[in-house]
């Protein structure tokens, strides 16, 4: 069976190069999950954890919305952030939300900067929660 070849990249860097059987990602309306000879596609991610099955071993990141690529077993995607569920900190992401909550939103645009941070801290927070077992 053919293998996918999942890589992550980030303004800063290549993040991630990795062999995967299958890779699931949160685009902005769902979730998707990839496996080996998937349809082309071109996706836009939402914020929230991406998991990467590689036989036994699952690996997750938490991904920062952007684009996701899928062509010829290759899953490529384009994000501003993305951080191993590992080293997230449950109580960091709490305080992100309170602060993205405290933000205000008396004008269209403060609203939808307000909406976006809570919408990441939220994912963040899930996912940090998530990786120690508390999700």
Known sequence: MPELT???VTPEQT???TKAD???LP?????????????PLIG?????????KQGERSVSYYVDGGFVQVADNVVAVLTSRAVPSASLDVAAAEKQLA???A?????P?????????VAQARAQLHVAKHARGKA
Not at 44 to 52: K, N
Not at 103 to 107: E, I, Q, S, V
């Open 103 to 107: 933000r205000p939103g008396n004008t």
């Open 109 to 117: 645009e403060l609203q939808e900067i307000r909406e976006r941070a």
């Open 22 to 24: 299958f890779v699931a």
């Open 99 to 101: 602060a993205a909550l």
């Open 44 to 52: 836009r991610l939402g914020y929230g954890e991406m998991r990467i």
């Open 15 to 17: 993040a991630l190069e």
């Open 6 to 8: 999942c890589t992550v």
């Open 27 to 39: 685009l902005f309306d769902g979730e998707i999950g990839i496996a080996a000879n998937h349809s």
